[in-house]
Nanobody
Framework: QEQVVESGGGLVQPGGSLRLSCTSS????????VGWFRQAPGKEREGVSS????????YVADSVKDRFTISRDSAKNMVYLQMNNVKPDDTATYYC???????????????????WGQGTQVTVSS
């Protein structure tokens, strides 16, 4: 059984919106940092956004700033990535990752995250 599970990916038109969800049946996300990463074919994996354990502070990559928002719902043990005004360059497999700490200067470094989901595909196309 996977420890971290993403959902919400799909096909969306440019300018549209999509919300990705991350949850775990074994890990209390409130006590951990949670990051979203993405990887497009032929490209390196990149950090998109991250949120620290409660009280939450969030970080977001410049490439998605003002378009993507990360949030958590403690009652549901969920972390979301709201994607607005998506662009074709946002096409990628998106991964949720969980780790004990999120460092302000290294939130985008994959090595700080211990548990990863299988990924959910996001395709932006008309």
């Amino acid at each position: 059984q996977e420890q971290v599970v993403e959902s919400g990916g799909g096909l969306v038109q440019p300018g549209g919106s999509l919300r990705l969800s991350c949850t775990s049946s074994k890990i209390n996300l409130d006590y951990n940092g949670v990051g979203w990463f993405r990887q497009a074919p032929g490209k390196e994996r990149e950090g998109v956004s991250s949120i620290t354990r409660s009280p939450s502070k969030s970080y977001v990559a410049d490439s998605v700033k003002d378009r993507f928002t990360i949030s958590r719902d403690s009652a549901k043990n969920m972390v979301y990535l709201q994607m607005n005004n998506v662009k074709p360059d946002d096409t990628a497999t998106y991964y949720c990752a969980v780790g004990p700490v999120v460092l302000p200067d290294a939130w985008y470094v994959a090595a700080w995250y211990d548990h990863w989901g299988q990924g959910t595909q996001v395709t932006v196309s008309s």
